[in-house]
């Protein structure tokens, strides 16, 4: 939930020159602008106030000619006095300095402290608390400029803090770019070291600060600039730029390449790796120069000798666009070079597909014939073939059972994460298939408490999907195939368990005795089946993340999403209550979906929100109603966990009872401030035919907290905090702990 008034960013502007006018008149050394800032031209800014002026001139007294609100990218073309001239669109304009961030980390420039005893501080302001101290000559990656504050990252695991503007000198590595109306010029070399790198495959390339869609969005990457890549996830990759900042680009975007051999590249995408090989061409002539432009005018930026492989980019002219041996981008004269090789396009795609009980690894190529070497320890294949690479590339890709993918000589080396097993569907020309089979071989049930324990053990990685009927619950691991007779077992509530193959796969059918909590972990080739009694069985739970496709409620400081907030937290509360044996639902279906009332519901003409409408009507027949949301203020100094109720709800006082747990239950787990159990008139609270609360977990609008809810961490203990209130409501609680805690 948000204030639905917007205040207009001038009200800001007010408040702070009647501040700065009720200040004594003695020097205040943390408010100083050091005088560097013109050199910002053509960097890129971000809005980070809601809706704010742009004006003629820079300075309130102008008047105002248009607005942007939080989130637009501007481009600053120049800045001074702590305002910034900036065109977006057709707009060109003035806006104040504190109501943008100016991205300083794309483009490597480094802070050097130039005081002692400097005061690093959770903000951009002096009201912010003082986080550490730093002194004079300490240089950090320079992230962000509001105003007259600096963001630096201060270590390598990505801690960041505040310093006054006047307390440092920017130290910028690289010219500043040429204006973005004149196209062909050089682009920005950005000098990298490591064994990848990526480059933009479209004009930009986003870096998000995790690898999920619709995280917020760290730094942007130009043509011809590019970054270290540092590991895969998925489809993601984390990259780090020159200037020390960390995030994650999507594979499908980038062009991954290995400065050793340019014309070698990789894309990555969610279940496919392509290797190609791109156009080169070779230094002819010693002691080359490696220019910023397409022309002898442009500034030498580095030399290339003769035998340097170059993979060449675009032409300009006799001029060539390259990545030189040093992963620098640049131009060089075409006469120096030889003449540019055909790309022979995709050499090989190594694809990954998981559906289901189908999961398979296809390796196509160019090749006549191939053999398929598997290690002994099973933990990696090779696939040696008739193609010849004379350079080797290894892309790390952290997904199902696969941990790196590598090119060399002649062989494709695919490396697991665990051990793997495998069956070889195809060898033919062009093709290799094999299909990943985990075996069974073994089942274990442990008494421990009041709990049994499960133990599946298996080669290779395996996953299980899970139904309940009654006193029966199935685990269908797909793919898995019986490495032998796997007797059947059994322990004190769990009667039987019994393994028998099937199509696709092989089914584990636990009997138990009564209605079950059960809890799945999967562990280096084995699955962990925890049971236990819960006395959440047959309790019926809403849980509503609050916000929807077109509404992404509040945003952050740094443009973290409310709505994506509160989808993970639900989402993650929703698995444990089902495995806990309730019946969880939720009132939307994934992140972007709009909410749904349940199956035959009709809202009522002219009721206030249709959307709000739908998400109560679930309460019908349920136990509890539970709406997630995380709060916002425009003092961004508040912090806390709040619990909302509606006293006018023939349910209050149960709503109350679960409102107290949930308040305590998040506030020692998560850490934050306790701001009370609160009556309100919210519409989910109010309408809710089952006791109902609205949680605010902490405030998207603080620095501090805005970077907690972007860890998952918090999202798993927010999620495990309100599972404990709803086991303490119903009071039997469950002899399962949850995990993680
Ligand atoms: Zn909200």
């Not at 669109?89 to 961030?101: H, M, N, Y």
């Not at 890709?397 to 696969?402: D, L």
């Not at 998560?670 to 008139?681: E, I, K, Q, W």
């Amino acid at each position: 939930m948000r204030a639905r008034n917007v205040l207009k960013c001038a009200a800001w502007a007010l408040a702070l020159s009647i501040l700065l006018a009720s200040l004594p008149l003695y020097p205040f050394p943390e408010a100083h602008a050091a005088p560097v800032p013109s050199k910002l031209e053509g960097f890129s800014a971000t809005v980070v106030g809601d809706v704010c002026n742009i004006r003629s001139g820079p300075d309130t007294t102008y008047s105002v000619i248009g607005s942007v609100t939080m989130g637009t990218t501007l481009e600053v073309l120049a800045y001074e006095n702590n305002w910034a001239k900036v065109r977006t669109g057709s707009l060109t304009g003035f806006i104040a300095g504190w109501l943008i961030d100016v991205d300083l980390g794309s483009r490597g420039v480094s802070a050097r402290v130039t005081a002692t005893d400097v005061n690093v501080r959770e903000g951009p302001g002096t009201d912010y608390r003082v986080k550490s101290m730093t002194g004079k000559d300490k240089v950090y990656p320079a992230e962000v400029k509001r105003g007259a504050w600096v963001r630096v990252t201060l270590t390598a695991g990505g801690s960041t803090g505040w310093i006054s503007e006047g307390l440092l000198r920017l130290e910028f590595a690289e010219p500043p770019p040429p204006p973005s109306d004149s196209p062909g010029t050089a682009s920005p070399s950005v000098p990298v070291q490591g064994d990848l790198v990526v480059f933009p495959v479209r004009d930009t390339l986003t870096i998000y600060a995790n690898a999920i869609a619709g995280s917020a969005v760290v730094a942007r990457l130009t043509r011809g600039q590019s970054a270290r890549v540092m590991g895969a996830e998925g489809g993601y990759l984390m990259v780090e730029t020159s200037g020390g900042l960390r995030g994650w680009v999507y594979g499908p975007d980038s062009k991954v390449v290995s400065p050793s051999d340019s014309g070698l590249q990789f894309i990555v995408s969610q279940n496919s790796w392509t290797v190609g090989k791109y156009p080169v061409s070779t230094v002819t002539a010693t002691d080359v120069n490696f220019r910023g432009g397409p022309g002898t005018s442009y500034p030498v930026i580095g030399s290339l000798d003769k035998g340097d492989t170059l993979w060449v980019l675009d032409t300009s002219g006799d001029w060539k666009q390259v990545v030189s041996p040093k992963g620098q981008t640049g131009w060089v004269a075409g006469w120096l070079t030889s003449s540019t090789t055909q790309g022979s396009g995709t050499l090989f795609t190594v694809s990954a597909r998981a559906n289901g009980g189908d999961r398979t690894l296809t390796i196509t190529g160019p090749f006549e014939s191939a053999v398929v070497i598997p290690s002994p320890d099973k933990r990696s294949v090779i696939v040696s073939t008739s193609t010849f690479f004379n350079t080797s590339l290894e892309l790390p890709v952290n997904a199902f059972e696969f941990d790196s993918v590598k090119v060399a000589t002649s062989d494709v080396t695919v490396r697991f994460r665990e051990k793997a097993n495998y069956d070889i569907v195809e060898i033919a020309p062009g093709r290799v298939e094999l299909r990943f089979t985990p075996v069974v071989t073994s089942l274990d049930v442990r008494s421990s408490g009041n709990t049994d324990i499960l133990t599946i053990e298996t080669v290779g990685y395996a996953w299980a999907d899970v139904k309940r009927e009654g006193n029966l619950v199935t685990l269908f691991l797909p793919g898995a195939s019986l490495a032998n007779e796997v007797p059947s077992c059994s322990g004190r509530s769990v009667k039987n368990v019994t393994v028998s193959p099937r199509d696709g796969g092989v089914d584990v059918a636990v009997l138990t005795t009564g209605p079950l909590a059960y809890q799945i972990k999967h562990t280096a080739n084995s699955i962990q089946a925890t049971f236990g009694v819960s006395g959440l069985v047959g309790k019926k739970i809403v849980v509503d993340p609050g916000h929807e496709a077109n509404d992404p409620g509040a945003i952050g400081p740094t443009g973290l999403a409310e709505r994506n907030v509160n989808w993970e937290m639900a989402a993650r509360l929703v698995e444990l209550l089902k495995q806990a044996g309730a019946t969880a639902i939720l009132t939307r279906q994934s992140l972007y979906a709009t909410s749904e009332g349940p199956p035959g519901f009709a809202p009522i003409p002219g009721q206030y929100s249709h959307s709000l409408s739908e998400r109560a009507a679930w309460s019908q027949g349920a136990d509890l109603f539970i709406s997630i949301h995380n709060n916002w203020n425009y003092n961004r100094s508040i912090a806390g966990t709040t619990l909302y109720v509606c006293d006018k709800n023939p349910n209050a006082a149960e709503s109350r009872r679960f409102a107290s747990l949930a308040l305590s239950e998040l506030t020692l787990a998560l850490g934050t401030r306790d701001m009370g159990v609160r009556d309100s008139n919210f519409h989910v609270c109010r309408e809710s035919m089952s006791p109902a609360v609205l949680v605010e977990v902490m405030f998207l609008s603080n620095p501090v907290e805005e970077s907690y809810l972007r860890q998952a961490q918090t999202w798993d203990k927010t999620a495990q905090s309100l599972y404990r209130a709803v086991q303490r409501f119903f009071g039997t609680g469950t002899s399962i702990s949850v995990p993680g805690i």
